[in-house]
């Protein structure tokens, strides 16, 4: 997720409804909108002359996007939100201040291992994310990041060479750990991030590491490694633990999730969840909840055709 932009109350529909407007919600909604606001971005930037590139729009769109709650006033997830909300005014002043920076055209692409991990995201992932016993169970995890500058295939050699830039390392949660700072020039350089989940409570966690040039702070992060750890509410596995698991007491509001993270016992093959709904006496509204389980388990990966 890298933006998000409003998909509901989305006025105008085509005259074949024969109506003039309605009520509509959905990304078919929010990417029309989104599209609009970037067309207005380089519609303004043409207009006055300005200087971009697909990489200081994306740049200008992340780092200005606003981070906004939901309809219950409580924090939006970013894995749901991802930036935030695409602000267009907000990214045409920064597009103005920052049209002359010297890595406006320069991608920077973050990728990490993790060790022992069994999913895709522990090889060349663009995030760390850690669910399996032996990272959530240990004290700290190693991971190795590659960040690799990224230029035009058509930018000039001397461009290239130029390229040098003094990166500021910002972990946002006290349970990051890395160098300070990282030296990037054209080939590209590597630090190791330690992961200490052992000190976080059960739930989703959600941190990342943000890159800022030290040379102008102002322009906002040049590349985010999130980091996702999932510590589990209850492991099945552990000895004398018993087969099921049981949560009581949860309290919902509209538009909210619940979630909970089991580590099912070994060699378990199917599960069976049981949902009890106690509303308050009297009680006349009605209700819908959603339950999605997923289950993740290791992938073999897919056989090459003959």
Known sequence: MSISAPGGAIAPVPNWTLQGRQLMNGTSMASPNACGGVALLLSALLHTGAGWSE???????ENTARVTANATGDAVDRWALGRGLLDVEA???????????AQRD????????????ATAAGSKARGVYLREPQHTSCGAVGVDVTVA????????????????VLCELRPSAPWLACATHLALTHGGKGFNLKVSPSSLPPGAHYAEVAGVDAAARGVGPLFVLPVTVLMPHADLTLPGAPP???FEGLQFNPGH????????PRGASWATICVRARAAPRCTEVSNSVVHMVHLSPAPSPSPSP
């Open 55 to 61: 990489v200081s729009i994306r740049r200008a769109i």
């Open 91 to 101: 990214a045409h002043e920064w597009l103005l201040a920052h049209g002359s920076y």
């Open 106 to 117: 320069a991608r920077f692409e973050a990728r990490c291992s993790t060790p022992g991990c």
């Open 149 to 164: 500058p990224k230029l035009h295939e058509d930018a000039p050699n001397a461009a290239r060479v130029a390229l040098d």
């Open 244 to 246: 099921a698991a049981a």
């Open 257 to 264: 999730i619940e979630r909970r993270f089991v580590v099912p």
